[in-house]
């Protein structure tokens, strides 16, 4: 199970932090990542992280303004994300899966129910 909390509306210019509490299988979360959706559009990949080495991996859109962790129990992943745009505007959803760290949607098999980021 995956429970993102963190969402709200910030000006742009502002910060926000979201984290995704996991919880199950601990072999079915080696990758954990971050996507985004807005209405009428495809779900993008924003950052992920490899639970076991720490490897990280961002969207060109995001580079230098996000960053994702992990606490040591490796059972809270944080995206960081600052100089927020109004084009970073969309729910923000957290993601699993078991072999797979990249960005691309459907190859993760494991997601929350999202929290909303707006930014005017």
């Known amino acids: 199970q995956l429970v993102e909390s963190g969402g709200g509306s910030v000006q742009a210019g502002g910060s926000l932090r979201l984290s995704c509490a996991a919880s199950?299988?601990?072999?079915?979360?080696?990758?954990m990542g971050w996507f985004r959706q807005t209405p009428g559009k495809e779900r993008e990949g924003v950052a992920s992280?490899?639970?076991?080495?720490?490897?990280?991996l961002f969207a060109d859109s995001v580079k230098g303004r996000f960053t994702i962790s992990q606490d040591n129990d490796k059972n809270t992943v944080v995206l960081q994300m600052n100089s927020l745009k109004p084009e970073d505007t969309a729910m923000y959803y957290c993601?699993?899966?078991?072999?797979?760290?990249?960005?691309?949607?459907?190859?993760?098999?494991?997601w929350g129910q999202g929290t909303q980021v707006t930014v005017s």
């Open positions: 992280i490899a639970t076991g080495d720490g490897r990280t």
């Open positions: 993601a699993a899966t078991a072999a797979y760290c990249g960005l691309v949607p459907r190859l993760w098999g494991y």
């Open positions: 199950g299988y601990t072999d079915s979360r080696n990758c």
